[in-house]
Structures are given as structure tokens and as C-alpha cells.
T-cell receptor, first 110, second 116 residues
Framework: QQPVQSPQAVILREGEDAVINCSSS?????VHWYRQKHGEAPVFLMILLKGGEQKGHDKISASFNEKKQQSSLYLTASQLSYSGTYFCGTVSPGNTPLVFGKGTRLSVIA | GAVVSQHPSWVICKSGTSVKIECRSL??????MFWYRQFPKQSLMLMATSNEGSKATYEQGVEKDKFLINHASLTLSTLTVTSAHPEDSSFYIC????????????FGPGTRLTVT
């Protein structure tokens, strides 16, 4: 079952922050975040495993609340290069395939 | 590490012909490979899961006789679109998983199929 992402789209000015949310109605083993630029394949950002954790890389971080079956991606001090569509993907226990949400289109403008 | 390649990058074919897309894991053995399809401005939709040496598992609504998947080795999976029609035009992306208990998936660069 497809996870639900919000918002569907967001426009930021350079330097502003954004939060993208991902929630699932199913128990989750892991949450994966990807960014996709137009015409390209998705690029892996990070994976969060059950047990509830937070991760970060540079100015992009994420959290995973296993009990609530939710994850959030945090982009701080956004840069023009952050523009793209962000997808969360979820994996449920049992080596199930990665299922993607519908995506959040992020546009960063100067 | 964990590089996945796809070939071809793009292909244009006539309606009614068949097209084969290859997906290779270059520096690791992939026990499981996945095929996704993405239409413009939409999300990636899982088509099928393939495990080396066994039949692929197709998602609901995906015609297994139309989209033939072969996972002949731990580094190669192929998707053949048979009797292609214009509505099959899409971006096809494969991904590979390192192991049964390793849930990271690495994606190939995708193949853009246009059926005229």
C-alpha cells in the first residue's frame, strides 16, 4: 500500500527550510528517501530503519517514528540544487519491495 | 560501490515489436531485482519483483505475458516488453537489493521507451 506524502508541492526561496512528511497505514521496517531530477532516475538520500532513528547529511536530515509509522525529511537552508521531486519509499517487514509515495515537488528559487 | 546499470538508456520502437531492457548490478550480487515504471509527473510504480533463478512476482494489474522478466544470474535481470503499444511508452527503472536482510535498493539510470 502506497505511503502518503505531504505536501504535494512546495516552493522555497534559497536559504529557507522545508519539511516533507511520509506516513503509512502499514507497519514499517524501513523508510527510504530519494530525490529525482527531471528525466533522471531517483538518487538515494538515506534509509531509516525501525527502532526509531534520525539521520542527517549536510543540511538534509530525516526522522522515523516507527510507532506512528511516519517519517519526515528536513531540508534546512535550502539551495537551488535541492530542487526536484522527493519520494519516500517504505518497506514492510518480510523483505517486501520498496513502495513509493506520490512524491513532493520541491522548487527552490533565488 | 553498489552501481546498477541499464541498457539501453532510451529506445524508440514501432507498435507491435518487442523490446528488451537489461539491468545489471556491476559490483555486487543482487539476490533480488525490482522493475518499476514511471509515467510523466507520476510516482514510480512497482511492476514486478524478481529473484535469481525463480519466476518473477508481478504486481496486480501488470500483465506477466506482456512484460517478461528473466533473472538469469545474480547480476543480470531483463525486462522484455512484448508487442509494445504506445501506452507502454514510459520510463522503466530497475533496482537491485544487496541481500535478503539488507533493505537498501540501488536504482539504475532508467530506460525511456517510446512506442510509435
Amino acid at each position: 500500500q502506497q505511503p502518503v506524502q505531504s505536501p504535494q508541492a512546495v516552493i522555497l526561496r534559497e536559504g529557507e527550510d522545508a519539511v516533507i512528511n511520509c506516513s503509512s497505514s502499514k507497519a514499517l521496517y524501513s523508510v527510504h528517501w530519494y530525490r529525482q531530477k527531471h528525466g533522471e532516475a531517483p538518487v538515494f538520500l538515506m534509509i531509516l530503519l525501525k527502532g526509531g532513528e534520525q539521520k542527517g547529511h549536510d543540511k538534509i536530515s530525516a526522522s522515523f517514528n516507527e510507532k506512528k509509522q511516519q517519517s519526515s525529511l528536513y531540508l534546512t537552508a535550502s539551495q537551488l540544487s535541492y530542487s526536484g521531486t522527493y519520494f519516500c519509499g517504505t518497506v514492510s517487514p518480510g523483505n517486501t519491495p520498496l513502495v513509493f509515495g506520490k512524491g513532493t515537488r520541491l522548487s527552490v528559487i533565488a | 560501490g553498489a552501481v546498477v546499470s541499464q541498457h539501453p538508456s532510451w529506445v524508440i520502437c514501432k507498435s507491435g515489436t518487442s523490446v528488451k531492457i537489461e539491468c545489471r548490478s556491476l559490483d555486487f550480487q543482487a539476490t533480488t531485482m525490482f522493475w518499476y515504471r514511471q509515467f510523466p509527473k507520476q510516482s514510480l510504480m512497482l511492476m514486478a519483483t524478481s529473484n535469481e533463478g525463480s519466476k518473477a512476482t508481478y504486481e496486480q494489474g501488470v500483465e506477466k505475458d506482456k512484460f517478461l522478466i528473466n533473472h538469469a544470474s545474480l547480476t543480470l535481470s531483463t525486462l522484455t516488453v512484448t508487442s509494445a503499444h504506445p501506452e507502454d511508452s514510459s520510463f522503466y527503472i530497475c533496482s537491485a537489493r544487496l541481500g535478503v536482510n539488507l533493505y537498501e535498493q540501488y536504482f539504475g539510470p532508467g530506460t525511456r521507451l517510446t512506442v510509435t
